[in-house]
């Protein structure tokens, strides 16, 4: 069953909270700044108070107490693939990543017999504004268990804010 949570903040990721619309649980997102708009690290707390923290200027992130390169955790795939699509490996689950121009979302899907699942683990969709209506809130959807929730919200924070081009994030978080 998955949950679903609406940030708190529309525009800066690195400082908000994401509440679960069925639950009283949050995910909270908090960063340390070296000066405005350059964070040195970003935290995410689980609801069960797991963190994992992803280290900018090392490119690292620690999960478990325990930091990893992310040039170790990605792998290289072959063959024609999105040039958004990354693979990451942490201990025996292997994860895919991978952004959706159409419905401008992250998806973290569970990798079996080197086929990715057909439903997303876990799907970021950043703050949508629109010129007539309501703006879509941006919105986490968590399929996983909380031990490994926050390694694949970390991977999809840390994909969205470095694989992008700066003009997508018009329309989604911003530095």
């Known amino acids: 069953m998955s949950q679903v949570y609406l940030f708190s903040n529309k525009h800066n990721l690195y400082t908000s909270i994401a509440s679960s619309i069925s639950t009283s649980g949050e995910y909270r997102f908090t960063s340390v700044f070296a000066?405005?708009?350059?964070?040195?690290?970003?935290?995410v707390t689980s609801p069960e108070g797991k963190e994992g923290t992803i280290y900018w200027k090392e490119h690292a992130i620690e999960v478990e107490g325990v930091k990893h390169v992310v040039e170790d955790l990605q792998q290289k795939r072959s063959?024609?693939?999105?040039?958004?699509?990354?693979?990451?490996?942490l201990g025996t689950d292997e994860w895919q990543s991978k952004y959706?121009?159409?419905?401008?979302?992250?998806?973290?899907?569970?990798?079996?017999?080197?086929?990715?699942?057909?439903?997303?683990?876990?799907?970021?969709?950043?703050?949508?504004?629109?010129?007539?209506g309501k703006a879509?809130?941006?919105?986490?959807?968590?399929?996983?268990?909380?031990a490994d929730s926050v390694f694949l919200i970390l991977i999809l924070v840390y994909s969205h804010l470095t694989e992008l081009p700066r003009s997508s994030w018009l329309s989604g978080f911003r530095l």
């Open 79 to 89: 063959g024609f693939k999105s040039p958004h699509t990354r693979h990451w490996v």
């Open 136 to 146: 879509d809130p941006a919105m986490l959807m968590i399929s996983v268990p909380d």
């Open 35 to 43: 000066r405005p708009g350059v964070p040195i690290k970003t935290t």
């Open 100 to 132: 959706s121009s159409g419905s401008h979302s992250w998806k973290v899907l569970n990798v079996q017999d080197d086929e990715p699942t057909p439903s997303p683990a876990v799907e970021l969709t950043p703050y949508r504004s629109k010129t007539f």
